[in-house]
């Protein structure tokens, strides 16, 4: 029986969707490398409003901090449609940002498997237990890449690593 599931998995690739929320640009690139790698759809989370300049990364701040869900633009791809869905978010005052949060709230019991992964100065243990308390059983990996890291490179083998075990999954 586990050859026969094997064999399907072979034929029937698996749906993978990369959704990602990103003020700067550095979960973006995570998201794109991610994405590529696994040969999956890629959707930016989008939201009306704008989130540039100081007052922008002060709301952002504050919302994540107050666990404040935000509208959010509808998405293009379904992802009840999808085996598996990445979920990428910067980390905002040690929590999920605020439109990763939104998503998860909105469209988190669509999504058949879910991986995480977060970018940040610091830790992001607080996201990781965030996104973990949201899903539960639904989150089969996590991975936490320092936003230094992802602008210098020295992340590249850690995204990689992280995109071969969902390939694998």
Known sequence: MATYFKFLALVIPMRILVLYYSRTGTTRAVAESVASSLSADLEEVTEPQSRKGLLGYLRSGFQAFRRIVVPLNPLVHEVAAYDLVVIGTPVWAGRLSSPVLSLVR?????????AWFCTCGGSGDKARDEILRELGAKVIATAVFREKDVKNGTAADGIATFAQSLGAV
């Open 106 to 114: 909105l469209h988190g019991a669509d999504m058949a498997s879910v």
